[in-house]
């Protein structure tokens, strides 16, 4: 009988080979959801709560941007509400350069719209391929960006900007200047009152897809404040005579330059200034550097014999002259001085202090500036604002030269009573002889309507009156500028005719031509000066080149101003007299009235 181990049985209720238990299955389960549930708990609470800021920047970083909002320049706007510069909206591509070059087969295509060369486009992208921001092509019409923008290529996109735009073109450059390709003023008016015309541009901050666009503004940084609208005291439309009349002048005297400036009278404002050759701010490309230069206020000219009315404001109020004595002896028409010959262009024998402006005698001028003074005749000439600023607030504006009186030789002070040695700006004579004009008080220029400016008196009203009325000889008959006559309106003015001078001296055959004069002359109204610059056919005279051109501009700024003429009855009585015998030892010339001819060095 054999004896047989008895073979053990399983459990009850478990089968071989079976795994854990429902039982720990489920805890096992439990246990790695509740450590994947902590670990997603500690890594959103290290995301929102520990890391959240560099993760938000990130993100900003990815798809927030803060972009500018831009605002339009200021208008600026003649007296009449004349529109001379405006802003227009346009539109600016640029592009991401990364995402371009992605698209390189589209590049032809952006290129061909852009109007480039589609080498150099990709050139200059592959250029800048570490940047995320380049202009393509600044200030092009709404339209024509469009279509760029219609081609669909990732990276590119456009803004909205403004582009100055200058009605009035190259007729009134040089007050206004120009604006840059960002809209800030370069020079002119523009460059003066870049602040109140610029504004302040908002910002924005926007949400942009990965292709750059933007898909949602999420809020305002920064209020958009539009420029500051400005109304200047220029009349257009006597600024457009005065360019057509100046630009006629030059044409038919062959002169190299112009300037004429317009100021009314009583304020000080500039009604008009005008030079040439000038430019046109809407298309600067091409111009020459000289033209952009507002010669009225930059440029420097000798006055020549136009300064002959303020040495008359010094004569009279050193009490040894009056309009009408003593008489001044320019017999021979030379007077030879530290050999120099101080002439004129006739013999005039003896003269009152109104026949020497009347035909503008040069040696009358010097005997009576060495009988002056000279610190009396230094500070008249400094006090009507030679060698300081008139305080227009143009930018650039030159102070012009005069010589401390104390330094003065005896020549030199003879010969700058009759224009020479000191030197000028067109806008300083125009507030000189408007100050003669406004009963001796001068007054700042300025270019906008309505400014107060500073006002001074500078001589007694008596002096300047009187001077006022020497002056309307110069155009009555046997003046030098009976051209620069108006019907029935009296002009007071005075010729000027200049040697230019040079590196030697002074030129014999290069001259500047001026005119200076006031209208209506019983109660000035308008102050008008023309420069003209060289003037090479016909003639090289203050009165036959120069006055013209302010007879016919200043006849139309009257008609257009509506001012009432004078009475025409004084000129039927034989015209003007300084005194009961009329100029005294002198007569009607036999020849065409002339002006002086300056200072010639031996």
């Given at each position: 009988?054999?004896?047989?181990?008895?073979?053990?049985?399983?459990?009850?209720?478990?089968?071989?080979?079976?795994?854990?238990?429902?039982?720990?299955?489920?805890?096992?389960?439990?246990?790695?959801?509740?450590?994947?549930?902590?670990?997603?708990?500690?890594?959103?609470?290290?995301?929102?709560?520990?890391?959240?800021?560099?993760?938000?920047?990130?993100?900003?970083?990815?798809?927030?941007?803060?972009?500018?909002?831009?605002?339009?320049?200021?208008?600026i706007f003649d007296r009449n509400g004349e529109p001379l510069a405006v802003s227009t909206p346009v539109m600016s591509v640029w592009a991401n350069p990364p995402q371009v070059l992605e698209n390189a087969d589209r590049v032809p295509d952006l290129a061909a719209a852009l109007g480039v060369d589609a080498g150099e486009l990709k050139e200059r992208l592959a250029q800048r391929a570490d940047?995320?921001?380049?202009?393509?092509?600044?200030?092009?019409?709404?339209?024509?960006?469009?279509?760029?923008?219609?081609?669909?290529?990732?990276?590119?996109?456009?803004?909205?900007?403004?582009?100055?735009?200058?009605?009035?073109?190259?007729?009134?450059?040089?007050?206004?200047?120009?604006?840059?390709?960002?809209?800030?003023?370069?020079?002119?008016?523009?460059?003066?009152?870049?602040?109140?015309?610029?504004?302040?541009?908002?910002?924005?901050?926007?949400?942009?897809?990965?292709?750059?666009?933007?898909?949602?503004?999420?809020?305002?940084?920064?209020?958009?404040?539009?420029?500051?609208?400005?109304?200047?005291?220029?009349?257009?439309?006597?600024?457009?005579?005065?360019?057509?009349?100046?630009?006629?002048?030059?044409?038919?005297?062959?002169?190299?330059?112009?300037?004429?400036?317009?100021?009314?009278?009583?304020?000080?404002?500039?009604?008009?200034?005008?030079?040439?050759?000038?430019?046109?701010?809407?298309?600067?490309?091409?111009?020459?550097?000289?033209?952009?230069?507002?010669?009225?206020?930059?440029?420097?000219?000798?006055?020549?014999?136009?300064?002959?009315?303020?040495?008359?404001?010094?004569?009279?109020?050193?009490?040894?002259?009056?309009?009408?004595?003593p008489l001044i002896d320019t017999t021979g028409g030379h007077w030879y001085f530290q050999g120099h010959d101080i002439h004129d262009t006739h013999n005039y024998g003896l003269l009152t202090p109104t026949g020497v402006i009347t035909k503008s005698s040069n040696v009358g001028a010097a005997h009576i500036a060495m009988t002056l003074d000279t610190a009396l005749m230094y500070n008249t000439?400094?006090?009507?604002?030679?060698?300081?600023?008139?305080?227009?607030?143009?930018?650039?504006?030159?102070?012009?030269?005069?010589?401390?009186?104390?330094?003065?030789?005896?020549?030199?002070?003879?010969?700058?009573?009759?224009?020479?040695?000191?030197?000028?700006?067109?806008?300083?004579?125009?507030?000189?002889?408007?100050?003669?004009?406004?009963?001796?008080?001068?007054?700042?220029?300025?270019?906008?309507?309505?400014?107060?400016?500073?006002?001074?008196?500078?001589?007694?009203?008596?002096?300047?009156?009187?001077?006022?009325?020497?002056?309307?000889?110069?155009?009555?008959?046997?003046?030098?500028?009976?051209?620069?006559?108006?019907?029935?309106?009296?002009?007071?003015?005075?010729?000027?005719?200049?040697?230019?001078?040079?590196?030697?001296?002074?030129?014999?055959?290069?001259?500047?031509?001026?005119?200076?004069?006031?209208?209506?002359?019983?109660?000035?109204?308008?102050?008008?000066?023309?420069?003209?610059?060289?003037?090479?056919?016909?003639?090289?005279?203050?009165?036959?080149?120069?006055?013209?051109?302010?007879?016919?501009?200043?006849?139309?700024?009257?008609?257009?101003?509506?001012?009432?003429?004078?009475?025409?009855?004084?000129?039927?009585?034989?015209?003007?007299?300084?005194?009961?015998?009329?100029?005294?030892?002198?007569?009607?010339?036999?020849?065409?009235?002339?002006?002086?001819?300056?200072?010639?060095?031996?």
């Amino acid at each position: 009988m054999s004896l047989r181990r008895p073979i053990p049985q399983p459990a009850a209720g478990r089968r071989r080979g079976a795994g854990p238990s429902p039982r720990r299955r489920m805890l096992l389960v439990v246990g790695v959801l509740s450590l994947a549930s902590v670990g997603l708990v500690a890594r959103a609470f290290d995301l929102q709560v520990l890391r959240k800021q560099f993760y938000q920047e990130q993100g900003d970083a990815r798809f927030l941007r803060e972009v500018n909002i831009p605002v339009s320049r200021g208008t600026i706007f003649d007296r009449n509400g004349e529109p001379l510069a405006v802003s227009t909206p346009v539109m600016s591509v640029w592009a991401n350069p990364p995402q371009v070059l992605e698209n390189a087969d589209r590049v032809p295509d952006l290129a061909a719209a852009l109007g480039v060369d589609a080498g150099e486009l990709k050139e200059r992208l592959a250029q800048r391929a570490d940047r995320e921001f380049v202009y393509l092509r600044r200030q092009m019409p709404p339209e024509a960006a469009q279509a760029v923008l219609d081609l669909d290529i990732p990276g590119v996109n456009a803004q909205r900007e403004y582009r100055r735009y200058y009605p009035s073109g190259e007729v009134t450059a040089h007050v206004l200047g120009f604006t840059n390709i960002d809209d800030h003023g370069q020079e002119g008016l523009e460059l003066a009152f870049d602040d109140w015309l610029s504004g302040k541009p908002g910002a924005k901050r926007v949400i942009r897809d990965r292709m750059g666009h933007v898909v949602e503004d999420v809020e305002q940084v920064r209020e958009p404040k539009p420029g500051k609208s400005l109304t200047l005291s220029i009349d257009r439309r006597i600024q457009f005579l005065a360019y057509n009349e100046l630009k006629n002048a030059l044409a038919e005297f062959d002169a190299s330059s112009g300037s004429m400036v317009i100021l009314d009278v009583p304020t000080g404002e500039v009604l008009a200034m005008v030079n040439l050759p000038t430019y046109n701010p809407n298309s600067l490309s091409g111009s020459k550097f000289s033209d952009r230069r507002n010669r009225a206020v930059t440029d420097l000219v000798e006055p020549g014999s136009t300064i002959k009315p303020i040495l008359m404001a010094a004569a009279l109020s050193s009490g040894k002259y009056t309009p009408t004595s003593p008489l001044i002896d320019t017999t021979g028409g030379h007077w030879y001085f530290q050999g120099h010959d101080i002439h004129d262009t006739h013999n005039y024998g003896l003269l009152t202090p109104t026949g020497v402006i009347t035909k503008s005698s040069n040696v009358g001028a010097a005997h009576i500036a060495m009988t002056l003074d000279t610190a009396l005749m230094y500070n008249t000439y400094r006090a009507f604002g030679f060698g300081n600023s008139t305080n227009s607030g143009f930018p650039g504006e030159s102070s012009g030269l005069l010589r401390i009186g104390r330094d003065w030789r005896p020549l030199e002070q003879a010969i700058m009573g009759y224009g020479y040695g000191l030197n000028v700006t067109p806008l300083q004579l125009a507030n000189a002889y408007a100050t003669l004009g406004d009963h001796g008080v001068m007054h700042s220029p300025s270019f906008i309507k309505g400014a107060d400016g500073e006002a001074k008196a500078i001589v007694s009203r008596q002096v300047a009156d009187e001077i006022v009325k020497m002056m309307e000889t110069v155009t009555a008959p046997g003046g030098t500028a009976t051209t620069a006559r108006i019907a029935n309106y009296i002009v007071a003015g005075k010729t000027g005719t200049a040697h230019k001078a040079n590196a030697g001296g002074y030129s014999r055959d290069n001259y500047t031509a001026a005119f200076a004069g006031l209208v209506p002359a019983s109660n000035p109204r308008l102050v008008g000066v023309v420069v003209i610059d060289d003037p090479q056919k016909r003639s090289y005279y203050g009165g036959t080149v120069s006055a013209p051109v302010f007879a016919r501009v200043m006849e139309g700024a009257l008609r257009l101003l509506d001012v009432p003429p004078d009475n025409i009855g004084r000129w039927y009585a034989g015209g003007p007299l300084m005194s009961p015998t009329g100029l005294a030892g002198s007569r009607p010339p036999t020849d065409p009235p002339i002006d002086d001819v300056p200072l010639e060095e031996p």
